[in-house]
């Protein structure tokens, strides 16, 4: 029978099983869209501060606007089910490419690896961190589309009372380091996991396999990831330098975040030749998962998961007991060692017994664990204090800061907002997420053209909120219709957080307007009223003595018609004008010629450059070529 959730999510067919959770293909009967639906395991139900921690995840995830981040529609609580409304995804995950394909070309992991790196650096932007990276969290739809999903779930399940400080929550094989030895990672934890990533696309497995989980979270913090080259030969040695970039143990050795590491990605895909390639979906994905029928009574029940994928490799997340990573502390005795012992009586041990018994020895060896290993140490309080004082102070505390720009309206440009953890203690070499000021929003340059989405997307990374305004927008010849021509307010403005940006779109090219009568008007004004009417303009230009250069003698078409070629074409007179050569001096006429293009010619007296003008021909006034002769008198005696 189908579920339904909250008298609006109906739960269809199950999509997958997770260690923790399992997702179905759903309907939003509201809105009649199909969703996928993440329904936790029942016992989280039970925990308040899961639920708490889930929704503010969920919240966090939900505004992540990515083409490559999973849509967050919805989450819900209705007392049995703690559940995530996603966007669907018609087509498989990266662990079905990799488990049909096996190790994948350089050029087709790369065009992989670099939409997962957007989404991760678009969280890493926005101050999140995803924790469980892992092909099972990568979506590939049937057009080849790359999608992240599950932000911040690991982080909601280590908030749950089913869990402790000596719990270890993610999926083992992707585990950083530091998140193994004390449970805290940040942007640089998720660049460990996607070099993982990067790892296994190229070879076909990850680094690390073993017998238990718990052994390969052991190799994590006691050994370093083998170049791929050494499984795989034929790597680039490029590729094996980035591998071996993105997993160092030290945090700080690898890029800052997912942004850092996918600019060096894409040099090191341009250094080798390799292209950007079409992403298959898998043969064996979702699609593959049976119906449940739907025709029947919608009652509420227990959505009921279906059997773990059969897949080889440690995919789900998991919670280990940290301190079993601590080696035995004697070898076992050899067999001479031994003393021979009377046989003992045997008793049956029911199997609830043995449970208890390694239960009491797990916690026995965590509390060893904690007690034997490093002493804790204070988070400094650094709210208030710039960010290079803040970083030295957490430094000095011995613990890894990680910078997150954020806006503020009343905290300081480079001024610390809050840390987290805000407060308490950490092992040492724990990360803290330092939250640095940027200052207020300021209204983004936008090029005219622009695409509503990139606009959009341009405001919410300064923390602004995009509205559209049809009485705004305005008629552009250049700018295609729906396009942005501009803000409202303008670029450079500083506004608060949340503040209302207008985006003023294109209404396309202006009517056509009859052609205007610019005759005798300069080349400027002429052009400014043809342009306004909607026509782009040509200029051609003659000699007519009728009308002073510079000046337009006609157009083409002719003024009041329209032309569906939306072109004209100005006729502008080239004509000089002579000037008032009378009483002046045959050196300065000269020179005021030259500059005209006209020629003087001395027709009468002398050319004594101090003799003075008394006639001139054409006369002054008179329209003439550029190039004409003025013949001028000038007085026999005299200065």
Do not use: C
């Not at 819900?76 to 996603?86: A, E, P, R």
């Not at 026509?535 to 007519?544: G, I």
């Amino acid at each position: 029978m189908a579920t339904l959730l909250e008298q609006r999510y109906r739960v269809d067919a199950p999509l997958a099983r997770g260690g923790m959770s399992a997702v179905y293909r759903g309907m939003d009967m509201r809105l009649e869209r199909p969703v996928a639906i993440k329904v936790m395991d029942h016992r989280f139900a039970e925990d308040q501060s899961f639920v708490d921690r889930f929704e503010r995840e969920a919240r966090a995830a939900a505004s992540l606007h990515h083409p490559n981040v999973i849509a967050v529609h919805d989450q819900g609580f209705d007392g049995d089910h703690v559940f995530l409304v996603m966007e669907l995804v018609d087509g498989g995950t990266l662990r079905d490419l990799l488990v049909e394909r096996g190790r994948l070309t350089v050029p087709l992991a790369l065009s992989v690896l670099e939409p997962v790196l957007s989404a991760l650096a678009a969280a890493h932007q926005n101050g999140l961190v995803h924790r469980d990276v892992k092909p099972e969290n990568v979506l590939i739809g049937k057009s080849g589309v790359v999608k992240v999903g599950d932000f911040g779930l690991v982080k909601a399940m280590a908030s749950g009372n089913n869990t402790s400080n000596s719990v270890i929550l993610g999926t083992v094989a992707y585990l950083s380091p530091e998140q193994v030895a004390t449970g805290v990672t940040t942007a640089r934890g998720d660049v460990y996991s996607a070099g993982l990533l990067l790892y296994e696309m190229l070879t076909g497995q990850p680094p690390y396999v073993g017998d238990t989980p718990i052994s390969v979270a052991y190799r994590h913090v006691n050994d370093d990831v083998p170049p791929p080259s050494l499984s795989a030969p034929g790597i680039p040695q490029a590729l094996d330098e980035l591998v071996l970039r993105a997993t160092r143990r030290d945090p700080m050795a690898r890029p800052a975040d997912a942004g850092a590491f996918l600019q060096e990605v894409e040099r090191v895909r341009h250094a080798i030749g390799a292209p950007l390639v079409p992403i298959p979906a898998a043969a064996h994905g979702m699609q593959t998962v049976p119906r449940v029928a739907t025709d029947m009574p919608t009652v509420q029940t227990e959505p009921v998961p279906p059997a773990a994928p059969t897949v080889p490799g440690p995919q789900g997340t998991r919670a280990m007991v940290r301190s079993d990573l601590d080696p035995p502390s004697k070898p076992p005795r050899s067999p001479v060692e031994k003393k021979k012992e009377p046989p003992r009586k045997r008793f049956p041990i029911p199997r609830w017994g043995i449970a208890a018994a390694v239960l009491a020895v797990a916690a026995i060896v965590a509390t060893i664990f904690l007690t034997a290993g490093p002493e804790p140490v204070a988070i400094p309080n650094v709210v208030g204090a710039d960010k290079q004082s803040a970083l030295k102070r957490i430094e000095d505390a011995k613990l890894v800061p990680t910078v997150v720009e954020s806006r503020s309206d009343s905290v300081a440009r480079n001024k610390v907002i809050r840390t987290d953890p805000p407060t308490g203690t950490l092992i040492p070499g724990s990360g803290v997420n330092v939250y640095v000021s940027v200052g207020p929003p300021i209204v983004p340059d936008v090029e005219p053209g622009a695409t509503v989405p990139d606009v959009e997307n341009a405001l919410r990374a300064q923390d602004l909120k995009p509205k559209l305004s049809t009485e705004e927008d305005r008629f552009d010849n250049n700018a295609p219709k729906g396009s942005v021509v501009a803000l409202s307010p303008s670029p450079g403005t500083q506004l608060k957080l949340g503040d209302e940006v207008i985006m003023v779109l294109s209404k396309g090219p202006a009517p056509l307007k009859p052609l205007p009568d610019v005759r005798g008007k300069t080349e400027a004004e002429a052009r400014q009223l043809v342009q306004e009417a909607g026509y782009t303009v040509t200029v051609n230009t003659r000699f007519d003595e009728r009308v002073d250069g510079g000046r337009v003698i006609s157009t083409d078409p002719v003024a009041g018609t329209v032309s569906e070629e939306k072109k004209v074409t100005l006729t502008v007179s080239n004509a000089v004008t002579v000037p008032d050569l009378n009483g002046k001096r045959i050196n300065d006429a000269k020179e005021q010629l030259d500059k005209l293009g006209l020629k003087l010619e001395l027709a009468f007296g002398d050319d004594r450059g101090n003799r003075r003008i008394f006639a001139q021909g054409p006369n002054p006034g008179s329209r003439v070529q550029k190039g004409s002769t003025v013949r001028v008198a000038v007085n026999f005696f005299g200065s």
